[in-house]
């Protein structure tokens, strides 16, 4: 199988700082991951399509300038949250799509970063 | 444009009673549909996933679900509910560009009871 790991797995920061996650694919290249918020009892919110080479794509409402995203090489991308609030405070997921036989993508989810601000 | 409807945000079921959670989608393209399930604290485990291979998928952990197309269906099944099924099950749909982009439900919250 694939697997997808996230570090840290949990972070505690005062108001102001900046976090950064990372984000891995261990056995496999990536060229796209995706970049997820989830609220307590909330379903996944897609905040960015990271791309390898490329600058990521935020969807609607993300604040670009404070999550900062780089794909550094093909297994590695990075969510950096900048000038972090207690409203930042959420469980970041990460994931990495893969082909399947059918020649379709499976997305490979990491364990997730639980970020608190203080 | 894709979006999936879960109805039912809490289902509560009896200890090896059958387990139904319903999704129905939306999608302008032919679509991938996937189950997962989540545990508190943890990303998301795949269940199973249709690719159009075969309208009747079956996934890990005895869970299986049907695509009807002609009821823009996903419903996850499973015979037999255990205590370790308890979890928050999200149902998601992606095309095929886009690198699997998906859209996910709101979630259901599966509650088993002894």
């Known amino acids: 199988g694939a697997v997808v790991s996230q570090h840290p797995s949990w972070v505690i920061c005062k108001s102001g700082t900046s976090v950064k996650i990372e984000c891995r694919s261990l056995d496999f290249q990536a060229t796209t991951m995706f970049w997820y918020r989830q609220f307590p009892k909330q379903s996944l919110m897609l905040m960015a399509t990271s791309n390898e080479g490329s600058k990521a794509t935020y969807e609607q409402g993300v604040e670009k300038d404070k999550f900062l995203i780089n794909h550094a090489s093909l297994t590695l991308s990075t969510l950096t949250v900048t000038s972090a609030h207690p409203e930042d405070s959420s469980f970041y997921i990460c994931s990495a799509p893969k082909t399947d036989s059918y020649f379709s993508y499976e997305q490979y989810f990491g364990p997730g970063t639980r970020l608190t601000v203080t | 444009a894709q979006s999936v409807t879960q109805l039912g945000s809490h289902v509560s079921v009896s200890e090896g009673a059958l387990v139904l959670l319903r999704c129905n989608y939306s999608?302008?393209?032919?679509?991938?549909l996937f189950w997962y399930v989540q545990y508190p604290n943890q990303g998301l485990q795949l269940l199973l996933k249709y690719t159009s291979a075969a309208t009747l998928v079956k996934g890990i952990n005895g869970f299986e679900a049907e695509f009807k197309k002609s009821e823009t269906s996903f419903h996850l099944t499973k015979p037999s509910a255990h205590m370790s099924d308890a979890a928050e099950y999200f149902c998601?749909?992606?095309?095929?560009?886009?690198?699997?982009?998906?859209?996910f439900g709101d979630g259901t919250t599966l509650t088993v009871k002894p």
């Open positions: 999608s302008s393209v032919p679509p991938y």
């Open positions: 998601a749909v992606s095309g095929y560009t886009n690198a699997g982009k998906s859209t």
